[in-house]
């Protein structure tokens, strides 16, 4: 399976949104520190497009109408600039699939999120934040992780693929 890493630029985000990724990044270290994002992706399309999954703050679920939580969207370019790729071929896009079918449109988990970069234990049971939806089915203790801490477990189990991800979807 594929992992998208969001390292873009966030100023057409609003105040609020802003300040959430400057304390995200604030809280992070390492080589990924800049990622304040995470998704999964289920599927590759002709066009160039990607189908996507993970818990988001800003969109929800269109199935259940939820305002933001757990969520999988089709059709989306990613922008070359904004995201790392990396591949993790231990990690099924079918047992993925499955997760987010299982968990569609349950609340983001925004104080579980926060937590991970503070150390306290504030998650909530049924709520999901990006990387712990993305990697709930993979490793144990999902919701320990912030972006950058799991982005550095993601190349661990795989390798960054970045460039030839853009390669291929080049005019």
Sequence with gaps: MKIA?????????????RLGWAVTRLGQKG???QVTHVEAIHAEHS???VTIASA???EGSLRTGSKN???TKSGVRLAEGHWRIIDVPAWSVQASTEWFAEHDGEPYDLRGAFATAWPMQWSQSGRWFCNQAVAARFLDSAGSFGPALFSSV????????TNDF??????
Excluded at 166 to 171: E, I, K, S, T, V
């Design 5 to 17: 890493l969001y390292i873009g630029d966030h100023s057409g985000d609003t105040l609020a949104a």
């Design 31 to 33: 080589n990924f520190a």
């Design 47 to 49: 066009d160039g497009t």
């Design 56 to 58: 988001s703050i800003r």
């Design 69 to 71: 939580g757990v969520r």
């Design 154 to 161: 993601a190349v661990s189990f795989g390798h960054e693929i």
């Design 166 to 171: 853009f390669l291929a979807r080049r005019p």
